[in-house]
């Protein structure tokens, strides 16, 4: 429990390695598991006014209800106006940052068997993949401009090898899903599906880069969660994918 931080990202490193304990540690947010190295088990730990909780959302009779249990009480800082986390930008978590990605398809299976190099095997063939964007804080999206609904999205890197028949190259785009509920888990992870189907053979990687927007008639964004509980306001996400949150996740091989 000592492990758990209370720091602004700036203090912690930006890249990291694959495995590194840089992308483990990222969002303040360490490793769980005593089987291996793993954030899987912190997906749903989030930053509140009252210390890190592990929040679970109810469904069926329970649709909606929401209970947090506390992990580590703490209150840094004070509830200054417009920081709803109550902790003060300039010493401590500031606004929600990435702290990892994970792979699923349609059906929200995720995708973790590992081939010899240390990719990730998606089997099923061509299809839409899913990329999941946990943050360290509950999230909501906004829009803060007239005109089309804008998608953030984010684009992979494509290496195509020599079992990939069409020898296609570029860039995927992974759309945001913004619909009501989009946001899931404990209200901190963002759901972007590609807009077509992956090719069979072809390798991706997920590069550090910045959340960008779909269309420059609007802008949408991230922001944190108004909570009502030890301060006011809100503060835009940090949308910046860095090197050790982009590690978090393999490249992936697509496989029939």
């Known amino acids: 429990m000592p492990l ?6 700036a203090t912690e490193s930006a890249s990291g390695d694959l495995n590194s304990a840089a992308s483990y ?4 947010q360490p490793a769980a598991e005593t089987t291996g190295p793993s954030k899987r088990g912190k997906r749903n730990v989030v930053a509140t006014p009252v210390g890190w909780v592990r929040r679970t959302v109810g ?6 209800r929401i209970h947090d249990e506390i992990l580590v009480a703490a209150h840094p800082g004070d509830a200054s106006p417009g920081y709803s986390d109550g902790f003060p930008s300039n010493g401590w978590l500031d606004r929600p940052d990435c702290t990892e990605l994970y792979l699923t398809n349609t059906s929200n299976t995720e995708f973790t068997t590992t081939i010899s ?3 990730i095997s998606v089997t099923g063939g061509s299809q839409p993949l899913t990329v999941n964007l946990v943050f360290n804080e509950p999230v909501v999206f906004y829009e803060a401009a007239a005109g089309g609904l804008a998608n953030l999205m984010i684009t992979a890197t494509l290496t195509a090898n020599t079992t990939d ?3 296609a190259g570029g860039d995927v785009i992974f759309n945001s899903n913004t ?3 989009a946001i899931h888990t404990a209200n901190n992870i963002v759901p972007f599906t590609s807009n077509g189907a992956l ?4 390798t991706y990687k997920f590069e550090a880069q910045t959340l960008v927007q779909h269309s420059a008639n609007a802008t949408i964004g991230l922001t944190q969660i108004s909570s009502g509980i030890g301060g ?5 996400a940090n949308t910046l994918i860095v090197g050790a949150v982009s590690n978090t996740l393999p490249a992936f091989t697509v496989s029939t």
């Open 25 to 28: 540690k990222k969002g303040q």
């Open 59 to 64: 469904t069926g009779a329970r649709s909606g």
């Open 165 to 167: 028949a069409a020898g």
């Open 179 to 181: 619909t009501a509920g």
């Open 199 to 202: 090719l069979v053979g072809a």
């Open 232 to 236: 006011l306001g809100s503060e835009s």
């Open 4 to 9: 758990w931080g209370f720091k602004d990202e």
């Open 117 to 119: 190099n240390g990719n």
